[in-house]
């Protein structure tokens, strides 16, 4: 606030500008002064800074607003469309794929994938890549409107990727092709094939359309658009369901719901392949052990016979002899033959499995040998063990159909098959010998012990039991395979895919995901955010002084008193009032901070000019004078000095002159309006006035002033102008400084104060200036409109009501 308030009569006051910034007056007062600080930070600051930059705030609002609705144009709207794929369940546990019961043979086809296989199955790149070929998903177009050039167009299986440029000459009859990537470039006549040294097959017939057209295209690998692919589908499938339900997202509903049922399509046509290429592997392998056990019955049958043949005419070992005898003969002879028999055939297919053990890590033929060993069809463990094997062999069949050796599941499928062969089936091969030799010596002693009696009785009829025995095993085994080799054979003829298409992708008439609100609102709340946080940056590297708390706290100053900006011209009588009211309030703080016995002696400056000292000074000396005190107003402002403008007074002489002695104390002093206020003017302005200030006349000068008036207000020059706010605070002991709202410089004002802490100088505290009307930083410092202290007409002195307040 640079205007300045002189007396006109007793109780009032006029306003007089006389600096460059216009004096305004709001509604705001002076409460106690630790409520003020208090109240007026935190939340209050906040929104003073919200207040004071509200269309800075609301202009970045609204151009980020606009900009992220015109963004919005540029974003293709995204379609999603849906598939469902009917998935045959696997078979539960404790049954059998391939014929059910508890006749299943020793390869059993199955179900081909569990339902987390189909997922990972559908995700490969054996599907998506043909996917991506067949819809031309590595082609990017720079505008939509190109694609009825690429209609024919195709790519070899090696190309040059990247970002392609595609220029017509003026007659529309040559053309260039350059890509930078690649650092490929081609020149030649339409009509012929474009772009085939860069593997593009490519060609366009000349037309007046494309005279000087320019069409630039993006290409990348097949491998590259099907990860692209993959990231734009989701599957969703039960762990126990049935039905995988896809969807896929693309900017064109269209191409989007074409790419879907390419893939779907794609994924049926390769899980059948895949069911068929594995019944196939079943029957071939099924074939081939039918093969091998008709040739193992074909000679056992053929040793059983030959056999028969040559004892035909044998004598029979049991040939009655007598009545009593033949009873004894044929229990001993049946119990020796049949021990006999037993532990021949255990000695037989024990010595079998040690060869087929030794064989058994290098022949793949070593399971038909074990499965036609009887006694490995009563040893349920290397049975089991011999099965699994076989599933694995019929597994690493199909993976090398589709991959090298290199590839991870054939490697881990020959290390399963290499571990069953040289260490799980040895071992189940060994634990059954150690079994089978046990036996072979339990039936020797038991044969010792029989053969006293029928130690020359022939052993024909034993070796004609084995050989029959090892006809009917090998005939058990024949049918059993062959039983199981025409159900392969049936399920490769009538195979039905484990998986079928039941809802196909249809184009949607509407996005699935409308991001213009989303951006529209991202933009507007952005924008805002980004608009307060500037605000609050400028606050905070703002250098003025803006807010109670930055006196209070940052520079530890009791707040005295606040003066509200006063707009320049107005008459409004309620505002005066308030100003009033609050030059009121900083006399009393200063009252009561002076013990009675002593008069008023202080020092008003402020850390800039301009900052409104010299109003505070004369109108806080108007306000003491209107209470009654005896009060005198010094211009200590020997620079620029102009409190004698205000009252209407000269000069010179003044301080100055009575200070260099050309004046006497009388003579300086001057009158005022008011009957209680005296004013001594700055006088001739002089380059030793500064040290004139210091002199031992100034010290006697204040020294009979204290006698003679009860309150002496100096107005001294801002602490950035020089030494004189310095001594003349020194001279009178107490200062009190004055910030003005938005011009005093707040880190000036701090590095005053700290010169001020080595003088013997009080500072009484501060009076805070030119508030603003409705900033809420201050709205604790109001008083309530209304309640002027006015002068009653006369007509209507005893006229109040009873009601009054």
Known sequence: M???MVPARSGELVQQTTGDVPATMGSYGQLAAESQTATSGGMGRYLSVLQRFRWMIIGVTVLGTIGSAVATGFIKPEYRVGATVWVESLPKSGSTGGGGGGGAGPIEPGRLLPAPGWIQLLKTFRVLDPVVRERHLYLSLGKDSDGPLFRDFDVAERFYSGDYVFSVSANGKSYTLDNRDANFNEAGSLGDSIGRKAGLRWALTTSPALRKRKVKFSLVTPREASVDLLTKLTTQMETDGNFLRLTFSGPDPDAAAATMNALIHRFVDEAAQMKKRKLTELSNLLDEQVTNAQKALKEAETEFEDYKIKSATLPKEDVTIAVGLTVQQNSVM???????????????????LETILVSSETDEHAVDAYLGNPVVKDALDLRLVLEELSREQVALRGLRQKYTDEKREVKESLDKIHNLRSKVIPEAARALIAQTRSKEKELVDQIDKDSKELRNIPIRSTEEARLRRTFESQEKLFALLQARYEEAKLAEISEVP???????????????????????????????????????????????FRYPDQASKELGLSILGAIPEIPQGSTDPDKTAQVVEAFRAIRLNIAHLYPNSQPIVLTITSPNAGDGKSLISSNLALSFAEAGYSTLLV??????????????ADRKPGLLDYLSGETEFDAMLRTTPHRNLRLIPCGTRRQQGPELLGTERMRQLFQTLKTRYGVIIVDSPPLGAGIDPFVLGTLTGNLLLVLRAGESDRQLAESKLQVLDRLPIRILGTVLNDLRSGDTAYKHYAYISGYGAENEPAAELGAGSSTEG
């Open 498 to 544: 484990d998986i079928r298409i039941i809802d196909e992708a249809v184009p949607p008439n509407q996005p699935s995901k409308n991001t213009v609100p989303v951006i529209i609102g991202f933009g507007f709340v952005a924008s805002l955010a980004l608009s307060i946080f500037i605000g609050f940056v400028i606050d905070r590297l703002d250098r003025r």
């Open 334 to 352: 049946s119990s020796y033959f049949q021990e006999r028999l037993i532990l021949e055939q255990l000695q037989a297919h024990r010595k079998e």
């Open 2 to 4: 640079t205007g300045h």
């Open 635 to 648: 211009d200590g402002d020997i620079r620029r000095g102009r409190l004698f403008q205000m009252f209407g």
